[in-house]
């Protein structure tokens, strides 16, 4: 049993915590409210509602369409299924980049309309005065660096960041300037683990690692790709843990080859 597990409420105090323990912070994605209730109820310590819903719910190649009012409305169905873990929101592409007001009118929105506990923000030094503007609002934020989905168009693929030594000093002098900003944790995605290692000593608040090994302090995973129900993305670092496209493939072929034989429904199973 974890040191944490007793926790009523995951909070951004109960996950730097943590860190400080030595207790490992697990973390995955859901959308909707029946997939967030049993990742709950499993113990998962946050949920992000990540704007991978772009990809895993509707079917885009990038995560830049997802808006704020659909973001918003996944945040909303998450949180009436969660009582325990965190539950963190990203803010979507277009919600934060044109300035400090309006992220922060933004962040206000989703923290307002759906009684999420934080919310995610891709950047480095470049975001600093908003992440600043958001905080003294009163809103915790985790911070995103390394590979950023919504920055696709800047870079033109998701292949590893920071392997050369000028990006990993940006990644380093990043990840010091959203701790000094006040973030609470920090999303590292696909680096070097020697480096997410690195970095995760440096700082004070909990590194969150997606494809950037086993040194960081905790590790966050899409739901639809560790599940298996996604069988198109295949990356070095997924563990599937379940094969969910073939256990509802079976179930959806034998549901319809009992509707067309007319074993579905029988004597007991109607009025
Ligand atoms: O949107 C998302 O699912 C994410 C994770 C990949 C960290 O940002």
Redesign the pocket.
Known sequence: MSVHSEIKKVTTKVLINMKSQGEKIS?L?AYDFSMASIIDKAGMDII?V?????NVMAGNTT?LPMTLEQMIYHAQCVVRGVKRAHVVV?MPFGSYQSGEADALHSAIRIMKETGADSL?I?GGVEVVPSIKKIIDAGIPVMG?IGLM?QSINKYGTYALRANNEEEARKLRSDAKALEEAGCYAI?I?KVPAVLAAEVAKSVSIPI?G?GAGSGADGQ???MHDMLGINMDFSPKFLRRYANLNQVISEAVVNYINDVKSGDFPNENEQY
């Not at 990540?50 to 772009?54: E, I, L, Y």
Request: charge should be negative; charged fraction near 25%.
């Open positions: 973390m994605t992000l990540g704007d991978s819903a772009s995560t990203d995610k891709e995103h989905p999303v995605e969150i997606i966050v995973l899409v």
